[in-house]
């Protein structure tokens, strides 16, 4: 880099640090060194472009700590972070929740682990926040129910990476057509290997899919014509491969179908974190709650206030 270059670069740091902060105005910055404040603007954009400036929130995590507590002690988990989000809309909670939950699974990762990870939008922005987390081997927990499998694949890859421990993908589709083609698939060598791999389980973390709209499972049954029968067998959520009714009972319709972790195998993990909230989840995290399936969960605060009048 020439001395020009780097005389330019610290003007833009320069600008950027008196704007971003200072909090000066840019028609200020721009009359102190005689530029347009349009000018003073493009230099701002440049430098965080360029990485020359970062801005960092040094707001504390958006969780409300006696709604937590009340709905642990209430439903008997090991840990529960209810997030405050003064939106609400599926997008900007899934935002929140991911954040925090990145948090909570670092911390509770343990050396050594093997981590099962779900599927689902919430998964994959979680990952994406983690940073720095402890040796551990990555275990995708379902098959793939969406025609973009390279997306949940990226957050299995992406924990992973960060942990620097194996990786057991998954690679089979979640339903299938009947339990003759299940088992087919299921005898492959790569699927057997992730399958057995789940019985060794320290951490589960799994996003609650909501009946019918908050799930990719519900999507493809509705594509194939099956839906219908299973909203009228009670099905308002599932977590892993199971299905759970308004009660948290589990629902058995599709049992020998869905290629993943079982509800047994599920029940046997030592941590099981469920993260999901939102306008869509509501009905389904309560059930989930419900279940007695999970130990930790991540949810916003209109869904545990529901959870808690149920």
Do not use: N
């Not at 990226?154 to 990786?167: E, H, N, P, S």
């Not at 899919?209 to 029968?229: D, V, Y």
């Amino acid at each position: 880099m020439s001395t020009a270059d780097i005389a330019d670069a610290t003007l833009r740091v320069y600008v950027a640090l008196q704007h971003l902060q200072l909090g000066r105005p840019t028609t200020e910055i721009a009359d102190e060194l005689g530029l347009s404040r349009f000018a003073i603007g493009r230099m701002v954009k440049r430098a965080r472009d360029e990485g020359l400036v970062e801005v960092v929130s040094r707001l504390p995590e958006p969780v409300d700590p006696e709604l937590s507590a009340t709905l642990a002690r209430r439903y008997g988990l090991r840990s529960a972070l209810v997030v405050v989000s003064h939106i609400d809309t599926d997008d900007v909670v899934r935002g929140i929740v991911a954040g925090v939950a990145a948090g909570l699974v670092t911390g509770m990762i343990g050396d050594d682990d093997v981590v099962g990870l779900g599927p689902g939008r919430t998964i994959v922005e979680m990952c994406a926040r983690i940073v720095d987390v402890h040796t551990c081997d990555v275990v995708q927990l379902t098959g793939v129910a969406t025609d973009q499998p390279e997306t949940y694949l990226d957050a299995i890859l992406r924990l992973r990476t960060v942990a620097k421990g194996r990786m057991f993908p998954l690679h089979a589709p979640f339903l299938t057509t009947d339990r003759r083609s299940a088992r087919v698939i299921t005898g492959q060598a790569p699927v057997t290997q992730a399958l057995q791999r789940m019985d060794h389980l320290d951490m589960a973390v799994l996003t609650v899919g909501g009946w019918p709209s908050s799930s990719l499972l519900a999507t493809q049954l509705a594509q194939s014509g099956e839906l219908e029968g299973l909203l009228e067998a009670g099905v308002v959520a599932e977590i892993g491969t199971t299905l759970l009714d308004e009660h948290g009972r589990v629902v058995r319709s599709l049992e020998g179908r869905l290629i993943g972790v079982t509800t047994d195998q599920l029940a046997r993990v030592p941590t099981r974190v469920a993260i999901g909230g939102g306008p869509g989840k509501r009905q389904a995290v309560v059930a989930a709650l419900k279940s007695g399936l999970i130990d930790a969960i991540v949810t916003d605060q209109v869904t545990a206030r529901r959870a808690m009048d149920m």
